[in-house]
């Protein structure tokens, strides 16, 4: 499954990286963000970023990258409109002494408002990496219909990588532009509640506008409103959506009536579309469209204007659901059978199921390995259950005004705490090896060991194994396909001199990354993009090749700008 993914990935990209390709003239550089200017927080990353130009307008340089101090606070004053490539990031944490990510955090400001969303993309790519996305003011006020990041760029690309999205009651990531690149990996969305608005809440949302990938790997949609991953009405030509746990949301998990290209495996959906649906939404399609019952495997056939535009036959789509579980507690069916007029959400519906029996239209579509089972999350847990139940209640009766379905157990709703209180492992064992990759469902990240162990798997070629030493591994890079870091993780069994490169895909040598001995144990080395001299180099496929002692192995990467 993941190699033909790739495969088709690696032959386009290749193509590019065989064209001569453009480096740029400035070697990227690190600057320290101020989160104050002349003694006053508010708007001071504004000031900095923005501001940081020449005389005559132009960047100081474009392959800048902006570094946010962790424990540090930054407050917007504006939303901050964004005319190139943005890369903020801040250090990874130290295991040995936790602190907060960077605060990014909407102002107060003199009238009393605040920016509705933080950050416009304009034009250009967009990295981030280790931050904090904070809805709530420092007042406690929650947030309306606010968005964190808006991405407004045609064709640009985006990446999300071990970022915390709080309480952002719209969307945490809202895409508005045309054929989009958009990869979040290792994040969590956590509280994200419109206090009134059913469908507020949601993690990745696209307008109804044609996206080329969405990938969210490894993330976890905590205590939300409403959906994980929506491409909307329109074509999306690739998707992977892999080992994410969400637990709990009010409605929707998923959103996409036209993909052409997905895999959604391995995910935890716990206690989805709690409100439930009466007749009437239903039949006015508030939740699914066509007057379908929501299900969480729901697709329909692209319309023939959007078929004849791409070249796509229904007979090319590939939509798998593979590995996936999914439950509903007791209380949450209870409380659909207390108000007699709810009607639940269902796996599949019955649009779905038709086109799933349909081989000779569909014959790509699978859905395989799928379980309903109950994780078996701890006691605390649960009680965000009971909130959400109540605040459903609350929506149902026309009641919720002041009610704030938060998961705060300090009861501070703008201070961070720092690990996260939350807790989302589980007691089903069953579930543990339940991946089409043997290992547990859902984010990765709640299990440490066996995260590393996803990073590092590498399959050896059976014909080749007599002949290789044991214990010694190079993983596949990760992310991957990246832009502006990747991790390289290798192993070796004894102490021993690796040679570690990067080579173009004419074998020419870009960096050497690792050219010492290394004692036995798992190692990891960081690729920026970057040649000897410090250039950063051109879009494409890259060779990484490794040797040590007896063992050789080699590993295609691609680099995205």
């Known amino acids: 499954m993941k190699g ?23 070697a990227p550089d690190t600057v320290v963000v101020p989160y104050m200017i ?12 923005l501001g940081d130009t020449t005389a005559t307008g132009e960047r100081v340089n474009p392959n800048r990258v902006y570094k946010l101090e962790r424990g540090k606070i930054y407050f917007f004053d504006a939303t901050m409109e964004v005319y190139f490539d943005l ?4 250090d990874d944490d130290d295991p040995n002494n936790p602190t907060p990510p960077p605060i990014l955090a909407r102002g107060i400001l003199p009238d009393g408002s605040s920016p509705g969303t933080l950050i416009k993309l304009m034009s250009g790519n967009g990295y981030f990496k280790n931050l904090y996305f904070h809805a709530v003011r420092p007042d406690e006020q929650p947030p309306g219909w606010t968005t964190c990041v808006q991405l407004r760029a045609d064709s640009a690309r985006y990446v999300f990588e071990n970022c915390v999205f709080d309480s952002w009651g719209g969307t945490a990531v809202r895409n508005y532009a ?4 958009t990869y979040i990996y290792d994040c969590e969305f956590r509280n994200m509640i419109h206090p009134t608005g059913w469908f507020g809440g949601s993690c990745y949302l696209s307008n109804p506008v044609p996206t080329d990938t969405i990938v969210m790997i490894n993330n976890t949609e905590f205590n939300c409103g409403s959906y994980l991953y929506v491409p909307n009405r329109e074509i999306n030509r690739y998707s992977r959506i892999e080992h994410n746990t969400v637990f709990t949301t009010h409605v929707n998990v998923f959103y996409a009536p036209y993909v052409s290209n997905v895999t959604y495996a391995n995910n935890i959906l716990y206690s989805v579309c709690t409100m439930g649906q009466r007749d009437v939404e239903i039949e006015g399609g508030w939740f699914d469209w066509d007057g379908e019952i929501s299900g969480i495997v729901s697709i329909d056939t692209i319309p023939p204007d959007i078929a004849s535009r791409e070249g796509i036959t229904e007979a090319d789509r590939r939509v798998w659901f593979l590995n996936n579980e999914y439950f509903w507690p007791q209380k949450v069916k209870d409380f659909w059978a207390s108000a007699d007029t709810l009607t639940p959400p269902v796996w599949i519906n019955d649009r779905t199921k038709a086109m799933l029996n349909d081989k000779e239209h569909w014959p790509n579509f699978k859905v395989e390995g799928n379980i309903e089972a109950d994780p078996g999350f701890n006691d605390e847990m649960m009680t965000v259950v009971d909130s959400l139940l109540k605040y459903c209640r609350l929506l149902r009766t026309g009641q919720q005004q002041d009610y704030r379905h938060y998961y705060d157990p300090d009861h501070d709703l703008f201070h961070v705490q720092w690990p996260l209180p939350e807790d989302l492992t589980y007691s089903n064992t069953a579930l543990m090896t339940a991946g089409t990759d043997g290992l547990p469902l859902g984010d990765l990240n709640w299990y440490p060991d066996k995260k590393a162990e996803w990073v590092t798997s590498v399959k050896q070629d059976p014909k080749q194994s007599h002949i290789l030493p044991k214990n010694y591994t190079l993983s596949q890079n990760y992310p991957n396909p990246f832009n502006p870091i990747t991790t390289i993780y290798y192993r070796v069994s004894k102490k ?7 080579y173009n895909m004419r074998g020419q040598l870009v960096k050497m990354l690792v050219d010492k001995d290394v004692p036995a144990g798992l190692h990891s080395v960081k690729w920026d993009g970057t040649d000897e001299s410090g250039l950063r180099v051109s879009s494409g496929v890259y ?3 490794m040797e040590a002692g007896n063992f050789k192995a080699s590993r295609h990467m691609i680099f995205l700008k």
């Open 543 to 545: 060779i990484y090749r």
């Open 178 to 181: 045309n054929w989009t690149k």
């Open 87 to 90: 890369k903020l990031i801040a």
């Open 496 to 502: 021993e001199h690796v040679k570690l490169g990067i």
């Open 4 to 26: 033909k993914a790739l495969v088709a990935v690696l032959a386009v990209v290749f193509l590019a990286a065989t064209l001569p390709g453009q480096i740029f003239a400035q």
């Open 38 to 49: 002349d003694g006053n927080p508010l708007g001071a990353i504004n000031k900095f970023i």
